[in-house]
């Protein structure tokens, strides 16, 4: 069985200063992970993907994820936080080729001016 | 816009009452999702459809059935519910059935049972 923690439910940051949302998986076979953001009252969006391809992944909007397998992590980071970027940040893991997506508990990314 | 459609946006009803929700995946894609976002659960997978068929059930409840018609709309039914049914049901869809292809998420169906 496949699952995801999630460290932080709220994370605070000021505008221009680093994000990091942390994330780390459990899996019996290599995992597929996946970043999704939602915004208040919206479905979720795709932030960016680990297909076992490239350990460093860049998404949309300035987010990148690194895979660290000896750590069995993936965590978001985005250099220079934006107003525009508090939301709710899922991380989630799907693996054996089945495309249930298991998620984590989410973080809420709060910005600050 | 995600391309997938949901409806409808909210509904409020009684318990012991039964709602049909009701889902349109993306142009092209085969694979619909459904899962259940509530406070105390988070997003849980609930079913998975494929071209029609079911593939994979989650932590779905026997009150709760779904089915995938022709067109590749879906339909989640709720029959008998409690207040703790009460959530954000979201659609999802994929081109394929494979493991690395991107879910893209409907704005979700409010549900209030009162």
């Known amino acids: 069985a496949q699952s995801v923690t999630q460290l932080g439910s709220h994370v605070s940051v000021s505008e221009g200063a680093l994000v990091l949302l942390r994330c780390n998986y459990s899996?019996?076979?290599?995992?597929?992970l996946f970043w999704y953001v939602q915004y208040p009252n919206q479905g979720l969006q795709l932030l960016l993907k680990?297909?076992?391809?490239?350990?460093l992944v860049k998404g949309i909007n300035g987010f990148e994820a690194e895979f660290k397998k000896s750590e069995t992590s993936f965590h978001l980071t985005k250099p220079s936080a934006h107003m525009s970027d508090a939301a709710e940040y899922f991380c989630?893991?799907?693996?054996?080729?089945?495309?249930?997506?298991?998620f984590g508990t989410g973080t809420r990314l709060l910005v600050s001016p | 816009d995600s391309g997938v459609t949901q409806t409808p946006k909210h509904l409020i009803t009684a318990t012991g009452q039964r709602v049909t929700l009701r889902c349109s995946p993306r142009?092209?894609?085969?694979?619909v999702y459904w899962y259940q976002q509530s406070l105390d659960q988070g997003l849980q997978f609930l079913i998975h459809?494929?071209?029609?068929?079911?593939?994979a059930k989650g932590n779905i409840l026997e009150r709760f059935s779904a089915q995938q018609f022709p067109d590749l709309h879906s339909e989640l039914n709720l029959s008998s519910l409690e207040l703790g049914d009460s959530a954000l049901y979201f659609c999802?869809?994929?081109?394929?059935?494979?493991?690395?292809?991107?879910?893209?998420f409907g704005p979700g169906t409010r549900l209030t049972v009162l």
């Open positions: 999802a869809s994929s081109v394929d059935k494979g493991g690395t292809d991107t879910q893209y």
């Open positions: 899996s019996s076979v290599p995992p597929y």
């Open positions: 680990y297909t076992s391809a490239a350990t």
């Open positions: 989630a893991v799907s693996a054996g080729g089945f495309q249930k997506l298991v």
């Open positions: 142009s092209g894609d085969l694979s």
């Open positions: 459809y494929y071209n029609g068929e079911e593939r």
